[in-house]
């Protein structure tokens, strides 16, 4: 049981609670690849190159698979220094129409302290994870619901946003998702086999490098490292490679189908994972990670969730191809 709610912790899944009784049909949107890569200013050029990727530490989640280390390597490519943010998103929007899976199943998941009690009241919680709750109206514009607004969120990162989204957003954009290796190697920021970005300590010299939870989980968050939910994408000091966020504040999604045998995974060059599955790999830990429950804000820490699942914690960065 410990074991599955640290799992719900991370990835809330679609069809947890009373509401998704139903399935939603749901109609391909037709979006076309652009020809120039959209907000191409904000990526960053990565050589690539071989890397220990993974981890042996007592610490982590055997059962996610992340471990044993072993040698990887990735080639060159660009990444998004940060998440795609409310504003870059609106922005896709704006231009194609797209209304996300949210949107057509009519809500989403919301962690229960940015709820007032009147609307706790009224929603359905998750009976093993009682912090999440379905609610209806909870979108990427609207992130608690109705009466909310991403009116002064808009350089914080899109949430609400599920693989399949993120995956338009990325064809528009003319970019994709990251694999699983090209994402560690880029949060590593040149270090090798560091807890975090930034070394092996949480708070070096009593300063927060991350968005994560501090006080007790689930009820007082003290929000030490000044933020109660998302903190805007370019926050903290950036990594080696110049990335922000890699650890804590939301959940970002990657290509692959997860697996817990890195024998499935697609070898040790440019792996691309396992060839299907059933839930998609999220890295990098969210605002509501802590030590005591969930701490998979460590760079080799990961997890997944199924392609159609979102929440108030979950959104994505992007990488492009390098062509010579």
């Known amino acids: 049981m410990k074991t599955d709610q640290k799992m719900s912790c991370c990835s809330i899944k679609r069809g947890e609670t009373l509401q998704d009784t139903e399935a939603v049909t749901q109609q391909t949107q037709e979006i076309t690849v652009s020809t120039e890569i959209q907000f191409k200013d904000k990526m960053v050029?990565?050589?690539g190159g071989e890397f220990l990727m993974g981890t042996n530490e007592k610490e982590g989640f055997p059962a996610d698979g992340?471990?044993?280390v072993r040698k990887v390597k990735v080639g060159p490519f660009l990444i998004d220094k940060y998440a795609v943010t409310n504003d870059e998103f609106k922005q896709f929007v704006q231009a194609t129409g797209y209304v996300t899976e949210s949107e057509k199943f009519g809500w989403s998941y919301v962690f229960h302290n940015f709820l007032r009690p009147q609307m706790l009241a009224r929603v359905n919680r998750v009976v093993s994870?009682?912090?999440w709750c379905g609610v209806n109206g909870a979108f990427w514009y609207q992130p608690e619901g109705p009466d909310s607004t991403i009116d002064d969120r808009m350089?914080?990162?899109v949430v609400h946003v599920t693989w399949n989204?993120?995956?338009?957003f990325c064809k528009w954009?003319?970019?994709r998702l990251p694999t699983e290796a090209e994402w560690e190697y880029a949060a590593r920021g040149g270090l090798e086999q560091k807890r975090y970005p930034w070394g092996d300590e949480l708070t070096p010299n009593g300063e927060h490098y991350c968005n994560i939870w501090q006080g007790k989980f689930p009820e007082k968050n003290t929000t030490e490292d000044g933020y109660k939910g998302t903190a805007p994408a370019i926050s903290f000091p950036e990594n080696g490679f110049g990335l922000y966020n890699?650890?804590?504040?939301v959940w970002e999604w990657c290509s692959d189908w997860f697996s817990r045998s890195i024998h499935s995974r697609g070898g040790r060059e440019n792996p691309q994972g396992p060839t299907k599955g059933e839930t998609k790999i999220m890295r990098g830990g969210s605002?509501?990670?802590?030590?005591?429950y969930c701490n998979r804000y460590r760079v080799a820490a990961r997890t997944s969730n199924t392609p159609d699942s979102s929440s108030g914690h979950l959104g994505f960065r992007c990488v492009a191809d390098v062509y010579s």
């Open 45 to 47: 050029h990565l050589p």
């Open 66 to 68: 992340e471990g044993p």
């Open 129 to 131: 994870t009682p912090w």
């Open 155 to 157: 350089d914080h990162p």
């Open 165 to 168: 989204d993120a995956q338009a």
């Open 173 to 175: 954009a003319g970019k």
């Open 246 to 249: 890699v650890s804590g504040n």
């Open 287 to 292: 605002y509501l990670c802590h030590v005591s």
